[in-house]
């Protein structure tokens, strides 16, 4: 099948995506539609709860492995939306609808993609293609499930929208709870130990506070204070307030590094890491899917959002059609001029690397 056949199916694979409801953990009749695909051009596949998968026709043990993957749950709308979320709209071409730019542009080249050389022999590189779930909620029946069930992974290509601009190093995220104490009191007795007003030098304190180590990639580790809870009772000081911190990681320092150095530093009476599996990723410069893409004209650089690349223990790229910032928007849209761009990119980085 021609790339311009494919190309065009892969469009009306978008389409019926984005009309078929798939937030994460309910993923199920995206993940039947994905199955179709495979189904239409004999390519066997298996799935895994909600994650659907494939390996090239002529895998080869000893070869290493290249995963292919994007997610195909999506968020829920937002309340602006003046489109109807679920359907497909086509309009100055730009194909509108929930997950179109966030990830099913991405997903439906991806897979046209590993269709294209799916029956290709003697290839430098086994393929592996994962349509996964729950990507959006870093869900436990996601990508990360999938790593021990799936060949070992030696590089990744994630499929997430960068204007087909290759993403080099991506930021890790840990989520922390803290904790302020104080003496819990009537509002109108004297507290010299009072929880809120103890807070206001923690907070200049993660205002102010610097990692040391900086990334030429990513740049500086970002530490935010993102929410703050404290009090039942107007005349009741309460005896500590509760803080949740955001801390983007830079590929300088491990998860478990930026945790051991909050609590040993930050003036917080706790602070708890809620998970420290979602770490920061990288791939060389050196790598020749990098050097490939920069062959054909990609500009590199380092993403401040998380993707599924933070479940990945392999070099990964991110790369995709659409734009990062029109992800979670209302009226969210996708170009179908991308799509076609993505698709024809894809194969020709992969033909320099694979073929």
Known sequence: ?????????????????????????????????????????????????????????????????LLLNSHHDTVKPNSAYTNNPFEAIVKDGRLFGLGSN??????????????????????????????????????????????????????AIVGEPTLMNLAVAE????????????DPSHAAHPNDNNSIYNTINVLQWFKDFKFNKFSDALGDVKMTVTQINAGKQHNVVPAHVDLVVDVRVNDSYSNQEIADILQEKSPCTTITPRSLRLNSSSISTEHDLVKAGIAIGRETYGSPTLSDQSVLSCQSLK???????????????????????GIDIYIELLKRVIV
């Open 1 to 65: 099948m021609t790339i311009d056949k494919l190309t065009e199916k892969a469009i009306s694979l978008l389409k019926n995506l984005i009309e078929t409801q798939s937030f994460s953990s309910e993923e199920e009749q995206t993940a039947v539609l994905i199955e179709g695909w495979f189904t239409e051009f004999n390519i066997p596949f298996k799935r895994t709860k909600n994650n659907v998968w494939a390996t090239n026709k002529h895998f080869t043990e000893g070869k290493p492995n």
């Open 102 to 155: 966030d990830a099913g542009g991405c997903l439906v080249s991806l897979i046209a993609t590993f269709t294209h050389f799916y029956n290709q022999k003697d290839l430098k590189y086994n393929l592996v293609i994962v349509a996964s779930a729950e990507e959006e909620s870093s869900g436990s029946n996601g990508l990360n499930s999938m790593l021990p069930i799936i060949p070992h992974i030696d590089v």
């Open 171 to 182: 930021k890790g995220l840990v989520v922390f709870d803290a904790v302020v104490e104080g």
């Open 319 to 341: 790369l995709g059609p659409g734009d990062s910032t029109r992800s979670h928007s209302a009226d969210e849209f996708i170009y179908i001029s991308e799509i076609e761009e």
